[in-house]
């Protein structure tokens, strides 16, 4: 069965850096487009950003943009976010996310599997 695995979460002090990992088994990782998204207390399940099969094209939220870089290595079958200049508001419940698509999706609706989450917690 499909398993995404995410690790590297923690506590860190505000402008510190976090790289969130995704491990994928269970599916042929090159046809899938690859999401991060994030969820506060609270608050609803929010897009981060996406990377295309190749890694060739991207997507990034506004809240994040030039701060986060996603990336990913399909020999490793693995997906990363290179998260710096963390702040407060970055805090949240973090998971990553696969779909058969050839576009970029943006929207929790559009993925076919989630990993359980890794938690981010940036201290002020």
């Known amino acids: 069965q499909v398993q995404l695995v995410e690790s590297g979460g923690g506590l860190v002090q505000a402008g510190g850096s976090l790289r969130l990992s995704c491990a994928a088994s269970?599916?042929?990782?090159?046809?899938?487009?690859m999401g991060w998204f994030r969820q506060a207390p609270g608050k609803e399940r929010e897009f981060v950003a996406v990377?295309?099969?190749?890694?060739?094209?991207?997507a990034y939220a506004d809240s994040v943009k030039g701060r986060f870089t996603i990336s990913r290595d399909n020999a490793k079958n693995t997906v990363y976010l290179q998260m710096n200049s963390l702040k407060p508001e970055d805090t949240a419940v973090y998971y990553c996310?696969?779909?058969?698509?050839?576009?970029?999706?943006?929207?929790?609706?559009?993925?076919?599997?989630w990993g359980q989450g890794t938690q981010v917690t940036v201290s002020s």
């Open positions: 990377i295309n099969c190749s890694g060739g094209n991207t």
């Open positions: 996310a696969a779909d058969r698509n050839i576009v970029l999706p943006t929207t929790p609706q559009a993925y076919d599997y």
């Open positions: 269970g599916l042929t990782f090159s046809w899938y487009a």
